[in-house]
């Protein structure tokens, strides 16, 4: 099944302590993509990447590192999580030419104490 | 910078009527608008794609509108029904070349279709 995964789902966290959120896809996609969403926000991007080794900042990637080692992976780092960083993190991924057709991950709801 | 609103936030409707959700944007120079599903737990859906040469998309019973020039756009859904309820999206494209042509989306519309 052609899917996009995201681990963990859920976690609660404390100011200061780093963490990874991994997002794979399977779909072979050059495109992938990090968001986050706030209330009254709307969804806002992160950070994205053409392909393997290319990876650009979106309108918020203050607080937030990413790498693309791999094509299928795409982590979002958190060196120092804050509060104001607790929100629903979603991945995408797509082809190069159609990020229209992005798919969407189910997301991750972090909390940062 | 683009600015994408999404009127009203939340909705609520009785089974079997037809509804409009808004969008409107401020730039009118996009490539394309998006109109979007989410379900809680789950991830974003696309439900309609329209390009900025288009006026319309129909998908079922949705039908989406684009009026670029004003900057809106709307998602009508026809005879409502329980599984409709989830919160809608809508999001623009610019009309940028290559790696620029990043989505931005509004707020949402959380929409009840109540039994």
């Known amino acids: 099944e052609a899917q996009v995964t995201q681990n963990p789902r859920y976690l609660i966290t404390v100011t200061g302590k780093k963490l990874t959120v991994t997002c794979s896809q399977n779909?072979?996609?050059?495109?992938m993509s990090w968001y986050r969403q706030d209330p009254g926000l709307g969804l806002r991007q992160i950070y994205y990447s053409m392909n393997v080794e290319v990876t650009d900042k979106g309108d918020v990637p203050e607080g937030y590192k990413v790498s693309r080692k791999e094509k299928r992976n795409f982590p979002l780092i958190l060196e120092s999580p804050s509060p104001n960083q607790t929100s629903l993190y979603f991945c995408?991924?797509?082809?190069?030419?159609?990020?229209?057709?992005?798919?969407f991950g189910p997301g991750t709801r972090l909390t940062v104490t | 910078k683009q600015e994408v609103t999404q009127i009203p936030a939340a909705l609520s409707v009785p089974e079997g009527e037809n509804l409009v959700l808004n969008c409107s944007f401020t730039?009118?120079?996009?490539?394309?608008l998006q109109w979007f599903r989410q379900d809680p737990g789950k991830g974003l859906t696309s439900l309609l794609l329209?390009?900025?040469?288009?006026r319309e998309q129909t998908s079922g019973r949705l039908n989406a509108s684009l009026d670029k020039s004003s900057g809106r756009s709307t998602l009508y859904i026809a005879a409502s029904q329980p599984g409709d309820s989830a919160t809608y999206l809508c999001?623009?494209?610019?009309?940028?070349?290559?790696?620029?042509?990043?989505?931005?989306f509004g707020s949402g519309t959380q929409l009840t279709v109540l039994p």
């Open positions: 779909m072979n996609h050059e495109y």
């Open positions: 999001a623009v494209r610019p009309n940028l070349e290559g790696s620029a042509r990043q989505l931005t």
């Open positions: 730039d009118s120079a996009i490539y394309n």
């Open positions: 995408a991924s797509s082809l190069a030419g159609r990020t229209y057709e992005q798919y």
């Open positions: 329209i390009q900025s040469s288009q």
